[in-house]
């Protein structure tokens, strides 16, 4: 079907952060699937824990008790807010569920009439219908016939619009504490803070979505402990299953207390073969070492890349995101400059506001990091002399 935009470009092998193309030539990878391969390509020891899980046991169903699916659900409870825990196989499985559990758990307090979501612009939360609609944004939504109701776009960062907004129909706020897709725009501490407070005033729950800036993206495990707010439930997914596609949400007793047996369920979900690796991904992620090394690369790139805008004001216009979720908002076309780091061996991913995203796995070393601004400056100067041709 021709919904992806897909560069003329395919890989053989990859290694850590290096992939290699069948044009025969190796690139940086800033990419790692959309910020999915936290350990980089290949990492050993998810090599192992697979063809082990392998030769033992790949599927059986949610019907019986999955070791390593407690295991998991454990540790995440452990890292974070949560009570309990709902493996998917995709980052939109579970903010559908989000959604689900946020009217559920009104309607179980006798309040069935909130059902409203809130939701902010530039957000992204997946492509599954609820989903789309609670995105809102028009390009996935057209043509697609009614939206579903209970769905409220306020623009982003605006909190006077969301003061006036929650009020007795409000279910949940759901937002990305940085959002991704829009751009690498890191939400202030202080609108996260109002966000928590008119929930909790209001009797909604709030709703984060770190299916891209969580597990160790900005240097914390989850992007929400450097605002010190505290959701009521939280999707996970991308990184969480190092390249084996899975999600996660997260939530606490109280906002998922009204999903009872037969409330939700998936085939899939959880299966010992994504949990072993998840697992495994999981263990390696949550190191301190590690993500003392995201704060301190990122440290690094955060100042080469202000370097980079100061020397190329006609090329970069802005520098922002969070850790290792880097966005560089430009002035000539991104999709152009995109195709152009690409011919310079580097690989990074569009997004929206004319930005480009890094999102370089977190095992990405210093001089590797060297490298991936070596050929930003070098795009940044193929880019201005195109433009004086
Ligand atoms: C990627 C993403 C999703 C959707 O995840 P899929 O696995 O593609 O379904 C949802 N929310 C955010 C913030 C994302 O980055």
């Given at each position: 079907m021709g919904v992806y935009n897909r560069a003329p470009l395919a890989f053989e092998r990859g290694r850590g952060v290096r992939l290699y193309g069948d044009d025969?030539?190796?690139?940086?990878?800033?990419?790692?699937?959309?910020?999915?391969?936290?350990?980089?390509?290949?990492?050993?020891?998810?090599?192992?824990?697979?063809?082990?899980?392998?030769?033992?046991?790949?599927?059986?169903?949610?019907?019986?008790?999955?070791?390593?699916?407690?295991?998991?659900?454990?540790?995440?409870?452990?890292?974070?807010?949560?009570?309990?825990?709902?493996?998917?196989?995709?980052?939109?499985?579970?903010?559908?569920?989000?959604?689900?559990?946020?009217?559920?758990?009104?309607?179980?307090?006798?309040?069935?009439?909130?059902?409203?979501?809130?939701?902010?612009?530039?957000?992204?939360?997946?492509?599954?219908?609820?989903?789309?609609?609670a995105g809102g944004n028009e390009t996935y939504l057209e043509g697609f016939g009614p939206r579903l109701p209970g769905y409220i776009h306020l623009p982003f960062g605006d909190m006077d619009a969301l003061k006036a907004a929650v009020g007795p129909t409000t279910a949940a706020i759901m937002i990305e504490p940085v959002q991704?897709?829009?751009?690498?725009?890191?939400?202030?501490?202080?609108?996260?803070?109002?966000?928590?407070?008119?929930?909790?005033?209001?009797?909604?729950?709030?709703?984060?979505?770190?299916?891209?800036?969580?597990?160790?993206r900005t240097g914390k495990l989850f992007a929400y402990e450097w605002s010190g707010v505290v959701p009521d439930v939280m999707c996970v997914a991308k990184a969480l299953g190092g390249g084996f596609p899975v999600g996660a949400l997260l939530a606490t007793h109280h906002a998922a207390g009204a999903m009872k047996v037969g409330a939700h369920g998936s085939t899939y979900g959880g299966n010992p073969l994504a949990m072993a690796v998840a697992l495994a991904a999981f263990d390696e992620i949550a190191k301190p070492e590690l993500l003392d090394h995201v704060n301190q690369v990122s440290g690094y790139l955060g100042q080469q890349l202000a370097g980079l805008k100061d020397r190329y004001p006609d090329v970069v216009e802005e520098i922002r995101g969070k850790?290792?979720?880097?966005?560089?908002?430009?002035?000539?076309?991104?999709?152009?400059?995109?195709?152009?780091?690409?011919?310079?061996?580097?690989?990074?991913?569009?997004?929206?506001?004319?930005?480009?995203?890094?999102?370089?796995?977190?095992?990405?070393?210093?001089?590797?990091?060297?490298?991936?601004?070596?050929?930003?400056?070098?795009?940044?100067?193929?880019?201005?002399?195109?433009?004086?041709?």
């Open positions: 025969g030539r190796d690139y940086l990878d800033c990419v790692a699937g959309i910020a999915v391969n936290g350990l980089g390509h290949c990492h050993p020891r998810l090599v192992k824990t697979l063809e082990e899980q392998a030769e033992k046991l790949w599927h059986v169903s949610n019907i019986y008790r999955i070791p390593d699916q407690e295991a998991l659900a454990a540790r995440l409870c452990a890292a974070t807010f949560a009570e309990e825990v709902f493996f998917t196989n995709s980052g939109t499985e579970a903010v559908e569920l989000a959604l689900k559990v946020a009217r559920r758990h009104q309607a179980a307090k006798g309040a069935p009439e909130r059902i409203d979501v809130i939701t902010f612009e530039g957000a992204f939360h997946g492509r599954t219908y609820a989903a789309v609609t991704g897709e829009g751009g690498a725009r890191a939400v202030s501490d202080a609108d996260l803070r109002l966000m928590r407070q008119l929930c909790d005033e209001q009797g909604a729950l709030l709703m984060f979505d770190e299916i891209q800036c969580g597990m160790g850790g290792l979720l880097i966005g560089l908002k430009l002035k000539p076309n991104n999709r152009d400059f995109m195709a152009q780091a690409r011919e310079n061996q580097l690989l990074i991913a569009g997004g929206g506001d004319n930005c480009v995203r890094l999102l370089p796995p977190l095992i990405l070393t210093q001089d590797e990091a060297r490298e991936a601004v070596e050929k930003l400056e070098k795009t940044c100067e193929d880019t201005r002399a195109k433009a004086a041709s």
